[in-house]
């Protein structure tokens, strides 16, 4: 299961949400979806925003029917930093030195 | 009163340069005034000397003279300033042959026709030379480099100039552009430590470009004995390409002390016992995705999925949690099993992209599956490859001499990375199946294609690695078949 598709960051909600409280979430989203509400079509993981879809609202709230599946989700969305609302920062990369070699009389 | 002044300038400016190709000290910069000197005085000789001729109308002579001369001393530097970059390959394959770059001329010559071929044209007036050029050395090897890196690609060039470590026919001319171009490429690239390696090993002789470029690399890299910024700066002097060069020596000048960045933490090194070993887990997990992936990142994430995943208190919250949802039995033990599988998948991909291996003594749920996918599918890789490339000798048509060498240096390059990355374990694994293939490969090499410098290489790098694996039958092999003299254009090598 990859972590970004975790049900319960799919759905935006804690991992000791109640099955009704994940249907009603699931309903509401599916709704706003529909409707193209903005704040609909993205979620928060860890490792920055991603893009919601209709399929992967109806995916996590099936995968969060199953008692087993939703074991391994809540065993990643418990123990999982908090939601960034960025992507987080990649470090800076090393200074180019791009065309040295042909400065230097070689090529490419 | 010219003649006897000249051959003995030019023999001094000879010993000057071979004893710089020798030296990597700070008489290095002596030799190279020296020859420059001794360089300088020639040419004023044969001013003189022409100016004699033409006063006593015999200009004809005095041009021919200055052929004969002057092309010597000023070859390279003609070759090096105008005809390379002019694209003159002819020209610069004519004036390499005069510059008296050693006892077999043609082989820097083709190089310095290499080094300026723009057009298909040109690189096939190369090859054509080349090819007939029998058999393969380390001339050939380093014009096919330098023809793929006129094309663009300058990997093949990279590893095609790196394998000539391996050749006995040593052209001290051709090993200086060799060591050239792979320390521009180092340099281009920011690869310091290599570089700073290759000097350290002394594997190629020493232009001033190759001298200045390392003496920068040494800075960088923290190396006790990098030379100081007064040092630096004379290097730079000798140097050609002053201007390009300049803001290197500046920052390596401001460089001090231990080179930046982390010191690696050691994989090998137990984890402290963590209190939350789960979210530590999946923490490091989640890092891969912020940060460049390195041997202790991937030691230290394995560490802390089998830490995770061992733990007592990981299996009590899954046991209970299980029991609370209703989930079926044995669902607590399935799902570490589970997300044991999930992470191993997930770290053999990021392992497999950034070529490492799994960490050495790695033994949980995540790093013995890891070590185990890791070893398998480079093992399945490296014996696929070697198989088909022993299979090379049954086929009808047989490939040009340079066509076995890049097959050779392709497979001796995915052997060194995945070796690197799986360690001696799996070094001792696949060793056997290289062992069988190269060494058929190697005597056909030698008896049916009588490419002996190729053939000498397989067998001592097999030697090397017999030696590395402690395979006695392999080393025994390897010594008797390392001990014959390799036919070179230089005369019998004697390794």
């Given at each position: 299961?990859?972590?970004?598709?975790?049900?319960?960051?799919?759905?935006?909600?804690?991992?000791?949400?109640?099955?009704?409280?994940?249907?009603?979430?699931?309903?509401?989203?599916l709704?706003?979806?529909?409707?193209?509400?903005?704040?609909?079509?993205?979620?928060?993981?860890?490792?920055?925003?991603?893009?919601?879809t209709?399929?992967?609202?109806?995916?996590?709230?099936?995968?969060?029917?199953?008692?087993?599946?939703?074991?391994?989700?809540e065993?990643w969305?418990?123990?999982?930093?908090?939601?960034r609302?960025?992507?987080?920062?990649?470090?800076?990369?090393?200074?180019?030195?791009?065309?040295?070699?042909?400065?230097?009389?070689?090529?490419? | 009163?010219?003649?006897?002044?000249?051959?003995?300038?030019?023999?001094?400016?000879?010993?000057?340069?071979?004893?710089?190709?020798?030296?990597?000290?700070?008489?290095?910069?002596?030799?190279?005034?020296?020859?420059?000197?001794?360089?300088?005085?020639?040419?004023?000789?044969?001013?003189?000397?022409?100016?004699?001729?033409?006063?006593?109308?015999?200009?004809?002579?005095?041009?021919?003279?200055?052929?004969?001369?002057?092309?010597?001393?000023?070859?390279?530097?003609?070759?090096?300033?105008?005809?390379?970059?002019?694209?003159?390959?002819?020209?610069?394959?004519?004036?390499?042959?005069?510059?008296?770059?050693?006892?077999?001329?043609?082989?820097?010559?083709?190089?310095?026709?290499a080094?300026?071929?723009?057009?298909?044209?040109?690189?096939?007036?190369?090859?054509?030379?080349?090819?007939?050029?029998?058999?393969?050395?380390?001339?050939?090897?380093?014009?096919?480099?330098?023809?793929?890196?006129?094309?663009?690609?300058?990997?093949?060039?990279?590893?095609?100039?790196?394998?000539?470590?391996?050749?006995?026919?040593?052209?001290?001319?051709?090993?200086?552009?060799?060591?050239?171009?792979?320390?521009?490429d180092?340099?281009?690239?920011?690869?310091?430590?290599?570089?700073?390696?290759?000097?350290?090993?002394?594997?190629?002789?020493?232009?001033?470009?190759?001298?200045?470029l390392?003496?920068?690399?040494a800075?960088?890299?923290?190396?006790?004995?990098?030379?100081?910024?007064?040092?630096?700066?004379?290097r730079?002097?000798?140097?050609?390409?002053?201007?390009?060069?300049?803001?290197?020596?500046?920052?390596?000048?401001?460089?001090?002390?231990?080179?930046?960045?982390?010191?690696?933490?050691?994989?090998?090194?137990?984890?402290?016992?963590?209190?939350?070993?789960?979210?530590?887990?999946?923490?490091?997990?989640?890092a891969?995705?912020?940060?460049?992936?390195?041997?202790?990142?991937?030691a230290?994430?394995?560490?802390?999925w089998?830490?995770?995943?061992?733990d007592?208190?990981?299996?009590?919250?899954?046991?209970?949690?299980?029991?609370?949802?209703?989930?079926?039995?044995?669902?607590?033990?399935?799902?570490?099993?589970?997300?044991?599988?999930?992470?191993?998948?997930?770290?053999?991909?990021?392992?497999?992209?950034?070529?490492?291996?799994?960490?050495?003594?790695?033994?949980?749920p995540?790093?013995?599956?890891?070590?185990?996918?890791?070893?398998?599918?480079?093992?399945?890789?490296?014996?696929?490859?070697?198989?088909?490339?022993?299979?090379?000798?049954?086929?009808?048509?047989?490939?040009?001499?340079?066509?076995?060498?890049?097959?050779?240096?392709?497979?001796?390059?995915?052997?060194?990375?995945?070796?690197?990355?799986?360690?001696?374990?799996l070094?001792?694994?696949?060793?056997?199946?290289?062992?069988?293939?190269?060494?058929?490969?190697?005597?056909?090499?030698?008896?049916?294609?009588?490419?002996?410098?190729?053939?000498?290489?397989?067998?001592?790098?097999?030697?090397?690695?017999?030696?590395?694996?402690?395979?006695?039958?392999?080393?025994?092999?390897?010594?008797?078949?390392?001990?014959?003299?390799?036919?070179?254009?230089?005369?019998?090598?004697?390794?």
């Amino acid at each position: 299961m990859k972590i970004l598709d975790n049900p319960f960051f799919v759905l935006g909600l804690p991992a000791e949400a109640s099955r009704i409280e994940i249907e009603r979430e699931a309903q509401k989203l599916l709704g706003m979806l529909e409707l193209g509400f903005a704040e609909a079509a993205s979620y928060a993981t860890p490792l920055g925003p991603k893009l919601r879809t209709a399929e992967m609202v109806r995916a996590a709230v099936a995968a969060l029917r199953d008692p087993y599946q939703r074991l391994v989700a809540e065993l990643w969305a418990r123990h999982a930093p908090p939601p960034r609302p960025e992507p987080p920062q990649r470090p800076a990369p090393l200074p180019s030195r791009d065309g040295l070699r042909r400065a230097l009389g070689w090529r490419p | 009163m010219y003649v006897l002044p000249y051959v003995v300038l030019q023999w001094l400016r000879q010993a000057a340069i071979n004893a710089r190709r020798r030296d990597r000290t700070a008489r290095y910069l002596l030799w190279s005034v020296l020859a420059g000197i001794a360089g300088g005085v020639m040419l004023v000789l044969v001013a003189a000397f022409v100016a004699l001729l033409w006063s006593v109308s015999l200009w004809w002579l005095g041009l021919a003279m200055i052929a004969v001369l002057v092309v010597p001393v000023i070859g390279s530097a003609l070759v090096r300033w105008v005809l390379v970059p002019a694209g003159a390959h002819r020209l610069a394959y004519r004036v390499a042959m005069f510059s008296r770059p050693g006892p077999d001329p043609a082989a820097f010559a083709l190089c310095a026709a290499a080094w300026a071929s723009r057009s298909g044209t040109a690189v096939a007036w190369v090859e054509a030379r080349r090819d007939a050029r029998r058999p393969l050395g380390d001339a050939e090897i380093a014009a096919t480099a330098l023809l793929a890196a006129g094309r663009g690609d300058a990997q093949t060039a990279r590893e095609l100039l790196r394998s000539l470590a391996m050749i006995v026919e040593d052209h001290a001319a051709v090993r200086e552009l060799a060591g050239e171009w792979l320390a521009c490429d180092a340099a281009e690239r920011g690869a310091w430590p290599e570089l700073a390696e290759h000097a350290a090993a002394a594997r190629w002789p020493a232009t001033p470009l190759t001298f200045l470029l390392e003496g920068i690399a040494a800075r960088h890299t923290g190396d006790p004995a990098a030379p100081s910024s007064r040092e630096l700066w004379a290097r730079w002097l000798v140097a050609p390409r002053r201007r390009a060069t300049r803001p290197l020596v500046v920052e390596a000048a401001a460089v001090t002390g231990a080179p930046a960045g982390h010191a690696p933490a050691d994989p090998a090194a137990p984890a402290a016992a963590d209190p939350t070993p789960l979210p530590c887990a999946v923490a490091a997990h989640l890092a891969f995705d912020a940060e460049p992936v390195t041997a202790a990142s991937l030691a230290s994430a394995v560490t802390a999925w089998d830490t995770a995943l061992g733990d007592d208190a990981t299996r009590a919250w899954l046991a209970r949690r299980a029991n609370e949802l209703d989930a079926p039995p044995g669902a607590a033990a399935r799902a570490i099993q589970d997300v044991a599988g999930a992470v191993t998948d997930d770290l053999a991909r990021i392992a497999e992209a950034a070529r490492l291996g799994a960490p050495p003594g790695a033994r949980g749920p995540v790093g013995g599956n890891l070590a185990r996918r890791l070893r398998h599918g480079r093992l399945d890789a490296l014996e696929a490859a070697f198989s088909r490339w022993a299979d090379r000798r049954h086929d009808r048509t047989p490939h040009p001499s340079i066509d076995e060498w890049r097959e050779f240096v392709a497979l001796w390059t995915a052997y060194g990375a995945a070796v690197a990355a799986g360690g001696l374990e799996l070094r001792r694994l696949a060793f056997p199946n290289a062992f069988t293939k190269g060494s058929h490969m190697a005597a056909w090499l030698w008896n049916k294609r009588e490419e002996y410098a190729l053939s000498h290489a397989i067998s001592k790098w097999l030697l090397d690695e017999a030696l590395a694996v402690g395979d006695t039958e392999a080393i025994e092999l390897g010594h008797r078949n390392c001990a014959l003299a390799v036919p070179t254009r230089l005369g019998h090598v004697s390794p």
